[in-house]
């Protein structure tokens, strides 16, 4: 099964691909520097105590990402 | 290695990035990487500094150099700021590339992280971009080797035409190989051609047609495919730097603006996808062609074991708790093991100054001398190391010990809600543990956060948490005056626990006052972060050790002789000289007396805050000394003495209480004041830096005070 949401629907241990970077302005620039663009697989590895961030493993990386910048970024599950 | 002499005090405050060359041969080297990779640790072990190293990414903000020579060569290393791209976004960014690109390196070495080499590989494709003089150097191999990831290293050198060097710079392995290289590069001897990444095929079509026409009116001054890329991207600081050096107006000239303007044209045939996201797009793909299969992953148990440590260290029930459980914990082994050391110390040195001071009369030198000399400089001296010097040597490898394995970012990611909530950055959270250490180096590493509102707010608030030099005020207060002075296992648990409260009364405070802030003056919105989780690592916990105590302690030391001496004499000279009936001390603490009354202090203890803006580590001593030369009592001695003076001296629990608020909240030392006003740039900011704990502070101690004035009044 394969739908499009977006990254913050994205429980622990749940795998997707982004589709989309639809975020704007500097934190666009940082995703993409981290090597996050279209079809980067990402898997979702935990979320802080309090929800937010959640954390990725990004390319080998593991990098925490706040629930406002995760909702504009498309992935396929 | 922790922060050293370099990274806290004075030293904090850089300045700024000029290439000093010891000798005019010398070659320039710069080191660049992605931020926490190790950089600092290469630069430390070519150069034999001890530029601060630490497992979290961004903690090189101030540029540091050093000299290296081989035998070929003498080099001079610029460790340039950590940063995952050249593209220019951000401040770091900006320093990097135009270090690259305008102060002609003769070798560029791009440090890399084994363990995730793909993306490393981004920066040193753009690096090559702009200069073919590039090393590689794959750093943490080590732990790369411990995860089962094997890096085929010379078909990596192969596919990008350039040097590839692997190394643990950690155990110094792979340097001297990095440092052959280096040489064939800087010399001119290295024959191999650097590829260039490859971007998409409209993007590559527009750069072969304006290449020739760019490489033309550059002539060599600039790589010409590089130019022609920033020529469509049209940074105008850039071009404009670009044009002065070429002395051209390089966008004006028609050939030029003719070629551009075609080049765009071929660039809107295929879409409309934007040119950034194209480059960035074609320096990953490179990235995954090379990688694809040199790198080889073998378990994945190592990613397990990051996780589990992970799932304790930030899952929703137990991340707090252990956050406050490892604070609390690290304070106990600090109260705990510096109580000996402390005890004993005050004892020799206290049994020495009688001594002396004997000796030094017997030998003729005139009484005033001596008791200026001993009643004056040697006991404040004498205070500083035996009372605040073992905490401060106990408190610093431990913290560094976390720090090295990687947990602050984890306190980042834990807090970064609260941070949220108050408008501000989760990277505050690694300043404001920077900041137990030394505020100074708390504000520098400010730097990390890039929202300048969220900075600005980071700087303001960071002296809420205390730093090493307030630790063993707050330590001796809660030893004399709530817990006792036993030696008992319960003492030394509720010093720790109260210790905790009062730390996280502070954090209570940085989240307050920040939210304030947020609210007021620096109004805005949290901007978007990210923040990186480093893995785990093993701290080196002997070198931890050793290094930290040496540095820690000569520094402290340095420190006691160049603040606290001058202090100690002050105070002598102060309680020496009369004016009518009363000293001078008298009459300065008199004055301050009133209202240091109203915040539950007392003017002795108010003026010692006053003579301890130099360093709040003479504080305490500066005190003990105002008291003693009262008359009070006259011999100084064990803890037990120095409670019997306080109480002699109106002391009681609110007291000390109040003390220990006000040692929590008042201004910031002269040191982190400075050092705010250089990265504020602004008298304002440096003066509500000054302000805003102070007036905290009052208001705290005014109203405990009050607060238990009036519980007894009830009771």
Not at chain 2, 135 to 143: G, S
Not at chain 2, 232 to 241: H, K, Q, V, Y
Not at chain 2, 561 to 576: R, T
């Amino acid at each position: 099964m394969s739908q499009n949401c977006s990254l913050n629907e994205l429980n622990p241990g749940e795998i997707a691909v982004v589709k989309e970077l639809k975020i704007r302005g500097s934190i666009r620039r940082r995703l993409l520097d981290i090597g996050l663009v279209k079809d980067t697989k990402v898997e979702c590895v935990g979320k802080s105590p309090a929800g937010d961030p959640a954390a990725f493993l990004i390319r080998g990386a593991v990098i925490a990402i706040r629930s406002e910048d995760m909702k504009d970024i498309v992935v396929r599950i | 290695m922790g922060l050293t002499s370099h990274s806290t005090g004075m030293k904090s405050v850089d300045s700024g990035l000029n290439v000093k060359k010891q000798n005019p041969k010398d070659k320039i080297v710069a080191i660049a990487g992605n931020p926490n990779v190790g950089k600092s640790t290469v630069f430390n072990n070519l150069t034999g500094m001890r530029q601060h190293t630490g497992n979290w990414p961004g903690k090189t903000v101030a540029n540091a150099q050093g000299y290296c020579k081989t035998e070929k060569n003498s080099y001079v290393m610029i460790d340039i700021p950590g940063t995952y791209s050249l593209m220019a976004h951000s401040a770091e960014e900006e320093v990097a590339r135009d270090f690259i690109c305008f102060e002609e390196p003769d070798a560029v070495i791009v440090v890399c992280d084994a363990c995730c080499l793909e993306r490393n590989l981004n920066l040193v494709l753009q690096t090559m971009e702009i200069t073919d003089r590039v090393v590689v150097c794959i750093n943490l191999m080590d732990e790369a080797g411990k995860k089962g990831i094997s890096i085929d290293v010379r078909a990596i050198s192969d596919k990008l035409g350039v040097p590839v060097v692997a190394a643990a710079a950690r155990s110094g392995e792979g340097l001297a190989e990095l440092m052959n290289a280096v040489d064939a590069v800087a010399d001119g001897r290295w024959d191999q051609k650097p590829v260039k990444p490859l971007y998409d095929s409209c993007l590559e079509e527009a750069l072969k047609n304006l290449k020739p026409v760019v490489d033309q009116k550059v002539s060599g001054r600039f790589p010409g495919r590089w130019s022609a890329l920033m020529l469509l991207e049209s940074d105008p600081f850039l071009l404009l730097e670009i044009e002065q050096r070429l002395g051209t107006e390089l966008r004006e000239d028609p050939d030029m603006k003719q070629a551009v303007k075609k080049a765009e044209q071929i660039l809107s045939e295929d879409g409309t996808e934007d040119l950034e996201d194209r480059i960035v797009s074609g320096l990953v793909k490179t990235a995954q062609d090379i990688c694809a299969d040199t790198v080889l992953f073998g378990t994945k148990d190592y990613i397990k074991r990051d996780r589990k440590l992970d799932d304790i260290l930030t899952s929703r029930k137990t991340g707090y708790p252990v956050m406050i459980g490892l604070l609390a914990m690290v304070l106990w082994v600090t109260i705990v093991g510096a109580n000996y050391p402390s005890e004993l110390l005050s004892k020799v040195l206290f049994w020495a100054e009688d001594r002396l001071a004997g000796l030094f009369l017997n030998a003729g030198l005139p009484a005033w001398l001596c008791s200026m000399l001993f009643s004056g400089v040697y006991r404040v001296l004498a205070w500083v190391v035996s009372v605040m010097l073992p905490p401060m040597a106990i408190f610093f490898p431990l913290f560094t010990l976390l720090e090295d394995a990687g947990y602050l970012p984890r306190v980042a990611y834990n807090l970064d809600r609260s941070f949220k909530r108050c408008c501000t950055c989760g990277k505050q959270a690694l300043t404001m543990c920077m900041g137990f250490g030394c505020n100074a180096a708390g504000i520098v590493g400010c730097r990390i956060i890039d929202s300048p509102r969220e900075r600005l707010i980071a700087i303001l608030t960071n002296s809420f948490v205390p730093c090493n030099g307030r630790f063993p005020t707050l330590i001796l207060m809660i030893t004399l005056f709530f817990v006792g002075t036993g030696d008992g296992l319960p003492a030394s648990i509720g010093s720790a626990v109260l210790l905790t409260l009062l730390i996280l009364l502070g954090v209570f405070m940085t989240l307050a006052v920040s939210r304030l802030l947020s609210k007021t003056v620096l109004k805005g919105m949290p901007a978007s972060f990210t923040l990186e989780l480093p893995p785990f690592r093993r701290p080196q916990i002997g070198k931890v050790i050793v290094r930290s105590i040496f540095d820690r302690t000569l520094f402290v030391l340095g420190r006691a002789a160049a603040v606290a001496a001058p202090a100690g004499l002050l105070i002598w000279i102060l309680a020496n000289i009369s004016i009518g009936e009363t000293t001078l001390l008298c009459g300065f603490t008199e004055l301050l007396d009133p209202f240091a009354r109203m915040i539950g202090l007392d003017g002795v203890i108010l003026a010692a805050f006053i003579l301890g803006f130099p360093a709040n580590e003479i504080v305490v001593p500066v005190m003990i000394m105002a008291y003693l030369s009262q008359g009070i009592i006259t011999e100084p001695g064990s803890v037990e003495t120095i409670r019997q003076l306080l109480i002699h001296n109106g002391w009681t629990q609110t007291t000390a209480l109040c003390m220990m608020l006000f040692s929590l909240m008042h201004w910031p030392c002269s040191t982190t004041l400075l050092t705010i006003k250089k990265e504020t740039g602004s008298l304002k900011w440096t003066f509500a830096a000054f302000l805003l704990p102070t007036a905290a502070g009052c208001l705290c101690c005014f109203f405990v005070k009050n607060m238990t004035q009036l519980v007894h009044y009830i009771l």
